[in-house]
């Protein structure tokens, strides 16, 4: 497994714009499937957004579509999610996390972050 740290998460009005980085250990990062999940107070952990592991595909929640971008830096083994055009919706616990197979399928993820949290005011 790899280790995740999140960070970057914090309070924005409505509209602003956040970056979310998830620092990784070891030297496996480039072979991982990487995504962002979030979960916001009493509601279920939902999908984001995920990067396959050479970073030449992507898939985006339709909530997100448009707004959130991710990537990734595998020399650095860190993975972003740029976040724009913020809405108070938005606010939840975010989470990046590892994992190999298709990104659709819950048991593909292996390895979860502690998450941040992110706050969108109205």
């Known amino acids: 497994q790899v280790q995740l740290v999140e960070s970057g998460g914090g309070l924005v009005q409505a509209g602003g714009s956040l970056r979310l980085s998830c620092a990784t250990s070891?030297?496996?990062?480039?072979?991982?499937?990487m995504g962002w999940f979030r979960q916001a107070p009493g509601k279920e952990r939902e999908f984001v957004v995920a990067?396959?592991?050479?970073?030449?595909?992507?898939l985006y929640a339709d909530s997100v579509k448009g707004r959130f971008t991710i990537s990734r830096d595998n020399a650095k083994n860190t993975l972003y999610l740029q976040m724009d055009s913020l809405k108070p919706e938005d606010t939840a616990v975010y989470y990046c996390?590892?994992?190999?197979?298709?990104?659709?399928?819950?048991?593909?993820?292996?390895?979860w972050g502690q998450g941040t949290q992110v706050t969108v005011s109205s």
């Open positions: 996390a590892a994992g190999r197979g298709p990104v659709t399928s819950t048991s593909s993820w292996r390895s």
């Open positions: 070891g030297r496996t990062f480039s072979t991982y499937n």
């Open positions: 990067i396959s592991w050479v970073g030449s595909s992507t």
